[in-house]
């Protein structure tokens, strides 16, 4: 089990374009169209299972957003910032 973060730690690691609410962190990834953010969320869904870390993902027209939050832990861990890396390098390659 991953140990919880701080709030400060969590302000000092957290990616570029993420936000924190509550005790998740939330990103929303624009496209050109719809199919293109259903790719991504598919790409993202098979890193999840590599990483044992399923984000929430909410797909609409032009967006997808993902939510990311340690459930067991009741918090942000290491893991959620290391698979909020990985749904960014997804979303440039």
């Known amino acids: ?17 993420w936000e924190r609410e509550g005790d998740e962190i939330v990103r929303t990834y624009e496209f050109d169209d719809y199919l293109r953010g259903v790719s991504f969320a ?11 870390h399923h984000p929430e993902i909410r797909i609409r ?12 832990e009741g918090g942000i861990t290491d893991a959620d910032l290391e698979m909020a890396e990985l749904c960014d390098d997804e979303y440039e390659g």
């Open 42 to 52: 598919g790409d993202v869904g098979e890193v999840a299972e590599e990483q044992f």
């Open 1 to 17: 089990m991953a140990d919880l973060l701080s709030d400060d730690e969590v302000d000092a690691q957290l990616p570029d374009g």
């Open 61 to 72: 027209y032009e967006e997808v957003e993902v939510r990311l939050t340690s459930h067991e």
